[in-house]
């Protein structure tokens, strides 16, 4: 057996681990952690539900790993735009306003990922995931106090206040109440208004001037 021959089955096995992630990761986009299943997994990847546990101990572990990768997309971005040029206060609200439009975009995701019950070991990345946010943000508030743009006292404390004003103000908009509301056609929140109002109370909470248009 060559070299290249023992190769390719870890490629395909691999591959087949990122397509069982890449469809789980849609299945929860579309309908949360609830709607991630073994047996209906198996299906929408085409492979007998035995063959997930031959990649996955169980539903816990898969979710895990898919709640660290959507995560971590979404972390990735924010990182972007907060470690961007300029001054502080502009590259917060651009944070903000890009955090609040990619969960408007992937409302269920959004909701899933931000406050839907999950089990433990979710739960346990969920709080790993907030304090990652949070970091980012200490970066960008001691930046902007030592420019200027930014009076507060404790960076670390105002940080972990941010994570938490982000999460409440998007909860309530993307919760499924919120979302059968507007499939309805009832009056709801839009996407500009929440945006508008978080970026006003976070920039208010950093003591910072709102920039302008």
């Keep these: 057996m060559t070299e290249r021959t023992a190769i390719l089955p870890l490629e395909r096995n691999q591959e087949l681990r990122e397509r069982i992630l890449a469809c789980a990761l849609a299945r929860v986009s579309a309908g ?65 306003r890009q955090f609040a439009a990619r969960a408007w975009h992937s409302r269920r995701l959004a909701f899933a990922l931000i406050a839907e019950p999950v089990d433990p070991q979710v739960d346990e990345q969920r709080l790993l995931y907030r304090e990652a946010y949070a970091e980012l943000f200490i970066s960008l508030l001691e930046e902007g106090v030592a420019c200027g743009d930014f009076r507060l006292a404790d960076a670390g404390l105002t940080a972990a206040c941010l994570v938490g004003a982000i999460a409440e103000s998007l909860v309530g908009p993307l919760s499924p109440p919120a979302r059968a509301a507007r499939e309805a056609g009832r009056l709801s929140q839009d996407l500009g208004e929440v945006s508008q109002n978080l970026v006003t109370f976070c920039l208010r909470a950093v003591g910072a001037e709102e920039p302008q248009p």
């Design 32 to 96: 949360g952690f609830a709607a991630l299943t073994m047996q209906a997994l198996a299906e929408d990847v085409g492979i007998a539900t035995g063959s997930l546990y031959r990649h996955f101990r169980g539903k816990d572990e898969l979710a895990v790993e898919v709640f660290a990768a959507a995560s971590q997309r979404e972390v990735d971005a924010l990182a972007a735009v907060l470690g961007g040029s300029g001054r502080p206060s502009v590259r917060l609200a651009a944070g903000l």
